[in-house]
Structures are given as structure tokens and as C-alpha cells.
């Protein structure tokens, strides 16, 4: 059982950086690909980030692809989300999840999920 804990989530303006943290307990880290998706009031859930165990393998939505980066500290057992150049449309609660063997891009492909942390941009 892994448990998740996002943070670093907050109210932004257009144009701003942020960076999120997810910490990691219960489990072996490196078995776990980590992924982060969002979800936006009255939208479904989706995909905006994927890295595999040891980092070599990364996957972007394309609606952040060059903005927004994927990192895991292996020996923090904590994944990142480096978010640049936010836009209003970026608003939405972001979830941390992991599942066990290999990265996949689907929610219903993970197993463990945090509580989300908000993430808002104002224009």
C-alpha cells in the first residue's frame, strides 16, 4: 500500500511558475511509475505527466508539453511537477498516483492516488 501526499499547490497569475511535490510511503519507490493528472470542475480527470521508475522515461499531455516537467527524487521517494508558464486553463485539482511495473498514461491504469492539491491561475 502506497500512500501519497501532493503539496505546493496555490493561487497564481498567468505567466507564473509552480511547483508541486508528491511524498511517497508505504511501498518501494523505485517499483512504482508516477504520474500526475488534473482534474477541472465539471470536466473528467486527465493525464498531464508520467515518469517511469528510474526517470528515463517521460510522457506529456500536449497541452503542457514544454511547460510543464516531470521529475522523481528516488531517495526522497517524491515525484515533482515543475509547472512554467501557467495559464488559466492549467486551474484544476492535480493528483499524484502511482502504480506498480510500467509508466502508463491512463487514470484507470493506477492504483494509488493522493487527496489533490488546487492548483488556480487567474488571467
Known amino acids: 500500500q502506497v500512500h501519497l501526499v501532493e503539496s505546493g499547490g496555490g493561487l497564481e497569475q498567468a505567466g507564473d511558475s509552480l511547483r508541486l511535490s508528491c511524498a511517497a510511503s508505504g511501498g518501494t519507490f523505485t517499483s512504482y511509475a508516477m504520474g500526475w493528472f488534473r482534474q477541472a470542475p465539471g470536466k473528467e480527470r486527465e493525464f498531464v505527466a508520467a515518469?517511469?521508475?528510474?526517470?528515463?522515461?517521460?510522457y506529456y499531455a500536449d497541452s503542457v508539453k514544454g511547460r510543464f516537467t516531470i521529475s522523481r527524487d528516488n531517495a526522497e521517494n517524491t515525484v515533482y511537477l515543475q509547472m512554467n508558464s501557467l495559464k488559466p486553463e492549467d486551474t484544476a485539482v492535480y493528483y499524484c498516483?502511482?502504480?506498480?511495473?510500467?509508466?502508463?498514461?491512463?487514470?484507470?491504469?493506477?492504483?494509488?492516488w493522493g487527496q489533490g492539491t488546487q492548483v488556480t491561475v487567474s488571467s
Open positions: 515518469i517511469n521508475w528510474n526517470s528515463v522515461s517521460t
Open positions: 498516483a502511482a502504480r506498480r511495473g510500467i509508466v502508463y498514461t491512463k487514470a484507470n491504469e493506477y492504483d494509488y
